[in-house]
């Protein structure tokens, strides 16, 4: 497994706490599966916070599912992205996954919210989206550090299927 890692501007120098989440790379008939939140507008790949007694594998599978409504088989870790912000580490683990089934969405109060729902995109199109992270000012931090952080993940995990033009 590849590790990463990438710095906020904001970084202090220390880690004072670690959010540990686990990612979902679905990709099927050249479209990869993303959650989007229609609130924020933002995309980002399935996934989310580990849970007590939970395996990183059982994370992705449990995370996919609730966001996406879809049972998901995943393959080893792939790769892993550490980032920095503030005194803050955000670790995020990605798995590769088939669809295997449906199931009922299970979102959070948040999520509802910001009216996430998944989509599937072309692969391309998802490359471009998140080679935005290159234009977010200082106010779109947070959705400039996940267009990098995804796009940094698309760019290992798919090689060879993104366009120069959208590498980070």
Known sequence: MKTIDIYGDNFTGSVAGVRQACRAAVLRDG???????????????????????????????????????????????????????????FTSRYFAGTVTGQCEMKLTVQ?????????WLPLSEAAEIFSEHRSLTAEDEEKRGIYLRELTALLELFPGMIQEGEKA
């Open 111 to 119: 999520e509802k919210e910001i009216g996430l729902t998944p989509v």
């Open 31 to 89: 479209r990869l599966l993303l959650s989007y939140a229609k609130e924020t507008d933002i995309y980002m790949l399935p996934g989310g916070g580990l849970e007590a007694g939970e395996t990183d594998a059982e994370c992705c599978v449990r995370e996919a599912a609730e966001e996406t409504g879809l049972v998901i088989e995943v393959q080893s870790c792939a790769l892993e992205i550490n980032e920095y912000y503030g005194d803050l580490r």
